[in-house]
Protein backbone atom coordinates (compact mmCIF):
# COMPACT_ATOMS: atom_id res chain seq x y z
CA UNK A 1 0.00 0.00 0.00
CA UNK A 2 1.01 3.16 -0.86
CA UNK A 3 1.91 5.82 2.03
CA UNK A 4 1.14 9.12 1.64
CA UNK A 5 1.19 12.60 3.45
CA UNK A 6 -1.77 15.02 3.00
CA UNK A 7 -1.25 18.87 3.27
CA UNK A 8 -4.02 21.76 3.21
CA UNK A 9 -3.95 25.44 2.95
CA UNK A 10 -5.62 28.57 4.05
CA UNK A 11 -5.63 29.14 -0.24
CA UNK A 12 -8.17 25.90 -0.58
CA UNK A 13 -5.48 23.57 -2.11
CA UNK A 14 -4.35 19.96 -1.33
CA UNK A 15 -1.00 18.16 -1.61
CA UNK A 16 -0.66 14.95 -1.86
CA UNK A 17 2.79 13.93 -0.94
CA UNK A 18 4.97 10.34 -0.91
CA UNK A 19 6.16 9.81 2.27
CA UNK A 20 9.18 7.96 1.11
CA UNK A 21 10.85 9.85 -1.45
CA UNK A 22 8.63 13.33 -0.89
CA UNK A 23 7.36 13.35 -4.47
CA UNK A 24 4.82 15.72 -4.30
CA UNK A 25 2.08 13.05 -5.95
CA UNK A 26 -0.93 14.76 -6.67
CA UNK A 27 -2.03 18.55 -6.54
CA UNK A 28 -6.03 18.70 -5.48
CA UNK A 29 -7.44 22.28 -6.23
CA UNK A 30 -10.24 23.34 -4.49
CA UNK A 31 -12.36 26.63 -4.00
CA UNK A 32 -10.26 29.49 -2.65
CA UNK A 33 -11.46 28.61 0.87
CA UNK A 34 -9.19 27.84 4.17
CA UNK A 35 -8.54 24.02 4.63
CA UNK A 36 -8.84 22.89 8.03
CA UNK A 37 -7.87 19.34 8.45
CA UNK A 38 -7.42 16.44 6.02
CA UNK A 39 -7.78 12.58 6.64
CA UNK A 40 -6.84 9.43 4.46
CA UNK A 41 -9.29 6.67 4.72
CA UNK A 42 -8.66 3.35 6.09
CA UNK A 43 -7.45 1.39 2.58
CA UNK A 44 -5.72 5.04 1.83
CA UNK A 45 -7.79 5.16 -1.46
CA UNK A 46 -9.55 8.58 -0.52
CA UNK A 47 -8.57 11.90 1.36
CA UNK A 48 -10.98 13.74 2.44
CA UNK A 49 -10.50 18.09 3.21
CA UNK A 50 -12.26 20.02 5.67
CA UNK A 51 -13.21 23.70 4.31
CA UNK A 52 -14.07 26.82 5.58
CA UNK A 53 -16.59 27.12 2.46
CA UNK A 54 -18.77 24.65 4.60
CA UNK A 55 -18.10 21.77 2.28
CA UNK A 56 -16.57 18.12 2.91
CA UNK A 57 -14.59 16.44 -0.46
CA UNK A 58 -13.31 13.79 -1.37
CA UNK A 59 -10.53 13.21 -3.51
CA UNK A 60 -9.20 10.04 -4.77
CA UNK A 61 -5.41 9.10 -3.79
CA UNK A 62 -5.13 7.25 -6.92
CA UNK A 63 -6.18 9.69 -9.56
CA UNK A 64 -6.28 13.09 -7.81
CA UNK A 65 -9.76 13.40 -9.47
CA UNK A 66 -12.64 15.20 -6.94
CA UNK A 67 -15.03 12.08 -6.66
CA UNK A 68 -17.51 13.83 -4.10
CA UNK A 69 -18.50 17.44 -2.28
CA UNK A 70 -20.75 16.47 0.53
CA UNK A 71 -22.70 19.84 2.07
CA UNK A 72 -24.45 20.23 5.12
CA UNK A 73 -22.33 22.16 7.41
CA UNK A 74 -23.36 25.68 8.23
CA UNK A 75 -20.38 27.17 9.17
CA UNK A 76 -16.18 25.95 8.63
CA UNK A 77 -16.03 22.51 8.70
CA UNK A 78 -12.97 21.96 10.96
CA UNK A 79 -12.24 18.35 11.16
CA UNK A 80 -12.71 15.08 9.42
CA UNK A 81 -11.87 11.83 10.25
CA UNK A 82 -12.85 8.21 8.96
CA UNK A 83 -13.62 5.17 10.90
CA UNK A 84 -12.33 1.91 9.72
CA UNK A 85 -15.64 0.95 7.41
CA UNK A 86 -14.25 4.12 5.79
CA UNK A 87 -17.27 5.80 6.83
CA UNK A 88 -16.48 9.84 7.42
CA UNK A 89 -17.53 11.87 10.03
CA UNK A 90 -17.20 15.79 9.81
CA UNK A 91 -17.75 18.31 11.99
CA UNK A 92 -17.21 22.32 12.78
CA UNK A 93 -18.03 25.56 14.33
CA UNK A 94 -21.44 25.44 13.34
CA UNK A 95 -21.46 22.48 16.55
CA UNK A 96 -22.80 19.67 14.05
CA UNK A 97 -21.40 16.46 13.51
CA UNK A 98 -21.92 14.30 10.65
CA UNK A 99 -21.78 10.91 9.44
CA UNK A 100 -21.15 10.35 5.68
CA UNK A 101 -21.43 6.81 3.45
CA UNK A 102 -18.65 7.34 1.17
CA UNK A 103 -19.55 4.79 -1.02
CA UNK A 104 -23.01 5.84 -1.02
CA UNK A 105 -22.17 9.63 -1.21
CA UNK A 106 -25.05 10.28 0.98
CA UNK A 107 -25.46 11.38 4.71
CA UNK A 108 -26.52 8.86 7.27
CA UNK A 109 -26.79 10.48 10.30
CA UNK A 110 -26.14 13.91 12.16
CA UNK A 111 -25.95 15.42 15.57
CA UNK A 112 -25.59 18.60 17.33
CA UNK A 113 -22.97 19.22 20.15
CA UNK A 114 -23.05 21.30 23.27
CA UNK A 115 -19.65 22.96 22.61
CA UNK A 116 -19.68 26.61 23.29
CA UNK A 117 -18.06 27.70 20.26
CA UNK A 118 -18.32 24.87 17.93
CA UNK A 119 -15.44 21.98 16.93
CA UNK A 120 -11.83 22.82 17.20
CA UNK A 121 -9.73 22.65 14.11
CA UNK A 122 -8.84 18.62 13.82
CA UNK A 123 -10.73 18.27 17.13
CA UNK A 124 -12.89 14.76 15.77
CA UNK A 125 -11.30 11.67 16.75
CA UNK A 126 -12.41 7.92 16.36
CA UNK A 127 -10.97 5.41 18.96
CA UNK A 128 -9.10 2.35 17.57
CA UNK A 129 -11.44 0.02 17.97
CA UNK A 130 -14.22 2.22 16.22
CA UNK A 131 -16.80 2.28 18.86
CA UNK A 132 -16.72 5.65 19.82
CA UNK A 133 -15.13 8.79 18.85
CA UNK A 134 -14.84 12.67 20.97
CA UNK A 135 -15.24 16.02 19.47
CA UNK A 136 -13.43 18.75 21.16
CA UNK A 137 -14.80 22.34 21.57
CA UNK A 138 -13.03 25.17 20.13
CA UNK A 139 -10.49 26.56 22.76
CA UNK A 140 -11.20 30.49 24.20
CA UNK A 141 -9.33 32.62 26.22
CA UNK A 142 -12.67 33.61 28.28
CA UNK A 143 -14.12 29.88 29.00
CA UNK A 144 -12.96 26.45 29.04
CA UNK A 145 -13.37 23.55 26.55
CA UNK A 146 -14.53 20.44 26.80
CA UNK A 147 -14.34 17.21 25.34
CA UNK A 148 -17.46 15.46 23.93
CA UNK A 149 -17.74 10.96 23.65
CA UNK A 150 -20.39 9.73 21.39
CA UNK A 151 -21.36 6.64 19.68
CA UNK A 152 -19.65 6.03 16.45
CA UNK A 153 -22.77 3.81 15.12
CA UNK A 154 -25.71 5.71 16.23
CA UNK A 155 -24.25 9.55 17.03
CA UNK A 156 -25.67 9.28 20.72
CA UNK A 157 -24.07 11.30 23.16
CA UNK A 158 -22.54 9.37 25.70
CA UNK A 159 -21.45 12.21 27.70
CA UNK A 160 -19.18 14.96 28.41
CA UNK A 161 -15.77 15.62 29.89
CA UNK A 162 -16.54 18.76 32.12
CA UNK A 163 -13.22 20.67 32.88
CA UNK A 164 -13.64 24.09 34.70
CA UNK A 165 -9.90 24.68 35.05
CA UNK A 166 -8.61 25.22 31.56
CA UNK A 167 -8.88 24.90 28.15
CA UNK A 168 -7.44 22.28 25.97
CA UNK A 169 -5.31 21.82 23.00
CA UNK A 170 -5.13 18.16 22.21
CA UNK A 171 -6.47 14.92 22.96
CA UNK A 172 -5.12 11.23 22.11
CA UNK A 173 -6.52 7.87 22.78
CA UNK A 174 -4.76 4.89 24.43
CA UNK A 175 -3.42 2.05 21.53
CA UNK A 176 -6.40 0.37 23.30
CA UNK A 177 -9.22 2.71 23.31
CA UNK A 178 -9.80 2.51 26.80
CA UNK A 179 -8.03 5.30 27.96
CA UNK A 180 -8.34 9.24 26.53
CA UNK A 181 -5.40 12.18 27.38
CA UNK A 182 -5.94 15.25 27.07
CA UNK A 183 -3.33 17.99 27.25
CA UNK A 184 -4.73 21.35 28.43
CA UNK A 185 -3.65 24.84 28.99
CA UNK A 186 -2.77 24.96 32.60
CA UNK A 187 0.23 22.70 32.00
CA UNK A 188 -1.14 19.65 32.87
CA UNK A 189 -2.36 16.04 31.05
CA UNK A 190 -4.88 13.99 32.07
CA UNK A 191 -6.65 10.94 31.97
CA UNK A 192 -9.72 9.33 31.19
CA UNK A 193 -11.23 5.62 31.56
CA UNK A 194 -13.49 6.29 28.32
CA UNK A 195 -16.17 2.64 29.33
CA UNK A 196 -16.23 2.96 33.05
CA UNK A 197 -16.28 7.30 32.77
CA UNK A 198 -13.78 7.70 35.41
CA UNK A 199 -11.33 10.47 35.35
CA UNK A 200 -7.35 9.05 35.70
CA UNK A 201 -3.58 10.01 35.87
CA UNK A 202 -2.82 13.85 36.55
CA UNK A 203 0.47 14.67 34.44
CA UNK A 204 2.21 17.35 35.63
CA UNK A 205 5.96 19.06 35.01
CA UNK A 206 5.35 21.56 31.87
CA UNK A 207 6.61 25.11 32.58
CA UNK A 208 3.49 26.56 29.37
CA UNK A 209 0.37 25.44 27.82
CA UNK A 210 0.71 22.03 26.84
CA UNK A 211 -0.01 22.20 22.80
CA UNK A 212 0.66 18.23 21.94
CA UNK A 213 0.76 14.45 22.92
CA UNK A 214 1.15 11.48 21.41
CA UNK A 215 1.12 7.74 23.08
CA UNK A 216 4.07 5.19 22.26
CA UNK A 217 2.76 2.05 20.04
CA UNK A 218 2.69 0.23 23.38
CA UNK A 219 0.61 3.18 25.33
CA UNK A 220 -2.00 2.28 28.03
CA UNK A 221 -4.25 3.43 29.95
CA UNK A 222 -3.04 4.98 33.60
CA UNK A 223 -4.49 3.87 36.61
CA UNK A 224 -4.99 6.82 39.52
CA UNK A 225 -8.56 8.35 40.01
CA UNK A 226 -8.49 12.08 39.73
CA UNK A 227 -10.58 14.77 41.17
CA UNK A 228 -11.51 18.47 40.03
CA UNK A 229 -13.42 17.09 36.78
CA UNK A 230 -16.36 15.89 36.67
CA UNK A 231 -18.74 13.37 34.32
CA UNK A 232 -21.91 14.22 32.87
CA UNK A 233 -24.46 11.58 31.65
CA UNK A 234 -26.72 12.32 28.54
Given at each position: MDQFIGTGDRLGQVYLWDSKSGRLVHHLQGPNAY?????????????ASASSDHNVRIWSTKTGALIHTFEGHTDDVTAVAFTSSNLLLSAGFDDRIILWDV???????????????GI?????????????????????????????????????????LLDMSA????????????????????????????????????????ADYVRCLSVSPDGAGPARTLGNLGWRDK
Amino acid sequence: MDQFIGTGDRLGQVYLWDSKSGRLVHHLQGPNAYVWHVDFSTDNKYIASASSDHNVRIWSTKTGALIHTFEGHTDDVTAVAFTSSNLLLSAGFDDRIILWDVAQQRRLASSVASHQFGIATGGLHVSPNNDVFITVGAPSQISSTSVSVWDARTLKNRGELLDMSASIDETAFSRDGKALFVAKWDRSIVTWDIKNAKLLNLLKGHADYVRCLSVSPDGAGPARTLGNLGWRDK
